[in-house]
T-cell receptor
Framework: DSGVTQTPKHLITATGQRVTLRCSPR?????VYWYQQSLDQGLQFLIQ???????AKGNILERFSAQQFPDLHSELNLSSLELGDSALYFC?????????????FGPGTRLTVL | GENVEQHPSTLSVQEGDSAVIKCTYS??????FPWYKQELGKRPQLIID?????GEKKDQRIAVTLNKTAKHFSLHITETQPEDSAVYFC??????????FGKGTRLHILP
């Protein structure tokens, strides 16, 4: 157990809908990262937050948005969902969010769009 | 944009033999080079990492070597065991703290 929690574990929804994925970092970690992993694909870095502020941005679609709250938990919002958005979404956390800073991954949220 | 390539994409080795996976990156500003292991249906887990001022690091049966001039780093697993079967990802950290994961190497340990 990494200490990073993600809810829900599974999510099934329809095209065009909007969902919110939640992540709680390890105690003491200030940075949160979001990744998307499609079937047989590697991990795509979406976005990173540090202490409430956006730190780095990857290949995140405009339909997706995220934020980190004062208590350091983070939410990833996915809207106008398409079939291709079906994937495993991982959250990771680290202490300072830069340089040689170890990331700890949560168990993931499996999103299925029908 | 920045590029990360991992080779091979699939690797099968006999139990007890060694496995080597190579990661090539393009961002010369990269300064942190981790390797992650992901077992089927589980989360990625860091298994070893190296900083840019070090050429090699070893942890029991696992080692990582870095060649900054050639912009590649490699994962070495010796005396492979069945539990080493997994997908391995490299994820060099580059400028602006951007992280790019390689596409992964599926390692099969044959009995």
């Amino acid at each position: 157990d990494s200490g990073v929690t993600q809810t829900p574990k599974h999510l099934i929804t329809a095209t065009g809908q909007r969902v919110t994925l939640r992540c709680s970092p390890r105690s003491g970690d200030l940075s949160v990262y979001w990744y998307q992993q499609s079937l047989d694909q590697g991990l795509q870095f979406l976005i990173q937050y540090y202490n409430g502020e956006e730190r780095a941005k990857g290949n995140i679609l405009e339909r997706f948005s995220a934020q980190q709250f004062p208590d350091l938990h983070s939410e990833l919002n996915l809207s106008s969902l398409e079939l291709g958005d079906s994937a495993l979404y991982f959250c990771a956390s680290s202490i300072i969010g830069q340089g040689a800073d170890t990331q700890y991954f949560g168990p993931g949220t499996r999103l299925t769009v029908l | 944009g920045e590029n990360v390539e991992q080779h091979p994409s699939t690797l099968s080795v006999q139990e007890g033999d060694s496995a080597v996976i190579k990661c090539t990156y393009s961002d010369s500003a990269s300064n942190y080079f981790p390797w992650y292991k992901q077992e089927l249906g589980k989360r990625p887990q860091l298994i070893i990492d190296i900083r840019s001022n070090v050429g090699e690091k070893k942890d029991q049966r696992i080692a990582v070597t870095l060649n900054k001039t050639a912009k590649h780093f490699s994962l070495h697993i010796t005396e492979t065991q069945p539990e080493d079967s997994a997908v391995y990802f490299c994820a060099p950290r580059g400028r602006d703290d951007k992280i790019i994961f390689g596409k992964g190497t599926r390692l099969h340990i044959l009995p």
